[in-house]
Structures are given as C-alpha cells and as structure tokens.
C-alpha cells in the first residue's frame, strides 16, 4: 500500500434563453459530474460548442489535468479506511494507481508534469479534527512526498511553471517549488473573513480567493469569492451570493465559473440548504465584480441530443 503521508442534479432542463452561456460565447470543454436527464453519475465532459455529453468514467471523485489529455480519480473505501488514486488517458487507459492509507478528498495535478499532484489527506473520512487535515505535494511517479504545506484549512494551487502558491490561515501567500523554501509575496486580508480556497488563473497572473464569514460558533455563515492579482495587489470582491465554494477559471483566464449553494451555510447544528439540491453552476466574465445570483448558466447538449442547464459538480475546464 502506497502511503504517501507516512511515506508507508442539479441538472435541469433549459434552452438557449438570453440567461445562458451562450450570449458570452464562452468555448471549451467542461468536465462535471453534473446528474442530468440521463441520470448517470461519473466523470462526463460538455463541449460548449454543442457536441454531444461525452461519459469517460464512472467515478464521479476524478479531476481532468490542465491540458485535458488525462484525468485521475481518486475513491476512498470507507471499510478498509484507504483511497485509491489512479491516473487515466483521456480515452480511458489507466497510466498508474496506487492505495494511501486514510482519506483523500481533494487532488489537484500539476499543468507541467503528469504525476505531480496536491493532494489534501486526513486519517479518516469523518470525525477528523482539522488538524490532522494535511495538504501535500506529492510525485506520484516516484511515490515520494515532496512537500507538506503548514497551517489549519491551508491551500494551495499550481502555478503554470509547475510551482506551488500557498495561501496560509493566516492570509499570507507563499510561492516555491514542492521540493524548495518558499517565498512570502503578499499578506492578503478581507475584513472579518477568513480564507478557504484558492485558484490560479491558467496564465499565472491572477488568482481567485474564497473567503469565509464565520458564526459564533465556528460555521460558514457566508462564502463568496475575492479575485487579485498574483502578488495579491487589486483584490476585489468577484462574486456576492453568500454561498458560493469555488471557482474554476476559463483556459484563456477570460471567464470564471462559479457555484452557489445554500449547504454551504453551517453551524453546529446543520446546514442552510440539502447537499444533494439547490445548487446552481453560473459563468461570468473574469472583469465582472460582485457577480450576483442572476450570472448566466451553461447549457450543454445532452447524451440524448436535448439541451438542458448543466448543475453542479464542475471538476474542470479546458481547452
């Protein structure tokens, strides 16, 4: 067993109407696991420009790489309290696969070497206290660890030339490679918010944030996102909803997707909204600010040749 860290629908009907992607002419492909009118849970890519829903996997944990010529999956076995990741082609070849002791519920590949990864690992898939949360680099290939990113709810992202911008609890961001000491290059800050995610713009000048406002308690009260540039100099609120998680920017770093979500508000006691309904996927121009509930959504064509909006879950997009 490869374990790395101890080196041991949303889907809706829809047409064309003026509210969807297509009065942007947004292009590319979007990988999701968007469950649609087929009804089929996994891995699937929409070609925005009107090809029909492509299904690659039946795994619905998978991320495409950057350049979209190969995607991995990862699966945590709950009864034997480990996860398998595994590299595939596009065309659905598996490349490599290995098991890691514990949960890993999160992966990121790098855009410059196929096997390099982020991954966020726990122990186990509940209970854990955010502690034992770790976020690493990792070199799948030659099954070693190359980096272990400090601080509680830390992330981080790749940055085009295959280094890693580590945004800390704190606010600070940090760029090095997996293997050297980073850098500190900004202290970023939104007043009563603490931040919760981070992605880099395909070109490596921007980046968008997510920051939280937190209860009394210690649950999401609301999230939305804050977009600067790399240095963390301009940063602007890009959206206001109040329950938007994340982003997953455009290959030409034009346009940004985004979710919002009502089960992003938590407390102690639960959360504002079902985890299985009420999220929408929405798309707006990277120059927009403060981008509301009423962005546009995309259309996509379905398995069955109709068209129809396409939910969330939006693991990727490429060229």
């Known amino acids: 067993m ?3 860290f101890a080196l041991a629908n949303c889907g809706r009907d ?3 109407a003026a509210v969807t992607n297509e009065r942007l002419a947004v292009s590319g492909q979007l990988w999701h696991d968007a469950f649609g009118r087929d009804s089929l849970h996994g891995l699937k890519v929409s070609d925005l420009s009107g090809a029909k829903t492509v299904p690659v996997s039946p795994v619905e944990t998978a991320v495409p790489t950057p350049d979209g010529r190969h995607f991995v999956t990862y699966e945590y ?3 034997k309290d480990y996860s398998t990741v595994a590299i595939y082609t596009r065309e659905g070849r598996r490349v490599d696969a290995a098991n890691f002791n514990g949960y890993i519920k999160r992966v990121r590949p790098s855009p410059v070497q196929l096997g390099r990864m982020l991954v966020t690992w ?3 898939a509940g209970g854990v206290d955010s502690n034992q949360v770790v976020l ?3 070199d799948f290939k030659d099954r070693v660890k190359l980096a272990t990113y400090p601080g509680v709810d830390a992330v981080a992202d790749w940055l085009p030339d295959g280094r890693v ?3 800390a609890a704190d606010g600070r961001l940090r760029i090095g ?5 980073q850098a500190a290059v900004a202290q970023l800050q939104v007043r009563g918010r603490k931040p919760a995610g981070l992605w880099v713009e395909p070109g490596g000048k921007r980046i968008i944030t997510r920051w939280n406002q937190l209860w009394d308690d210690g649950g999401v009260k609301s999230t939305d996102l804050w977009i600067s540039s790399i240095d963390g100099r301009d940063l602007e609120r890009l959206t206001d909803t109040g329950m938007t998680a994340y982003a997953v920017w455009s290959p030409d770093g034009e346009f940004f997707a985004f979710d919002t979500d009502p089960a992003h508000g938590c407390t102690s006691i639960g959360c504002a909204g079902s985890p299985t309904g009420g999220c929408d996927l929405h798309v707006a121009p990277a120059t927009a600010r403060a981008v509301g ?3 546009p959504s995309f259309t996509v064509t379905a398995r069955d040749g109709r068209r129809e909006v396409l939910g969330c879950d939006l693991r990727g997009w490429t060229r």
């Open 14 to 16: 829809g047409d064309a």
């Open 293 to 295: 509930l009423g962005a």
């Open 165 to 167: 911008l580590h945004l």
């Open 177 to 181: 490679t997996p293997t050297l000491p």
């Open 77 to 79: 076995d709950w009864r």
């Open 136 to 138: 690493s680099a990792i």
């Open 2 to 4: 490869f374990a790395v």
């Open 122 to 124: 726990s122990p186990s």
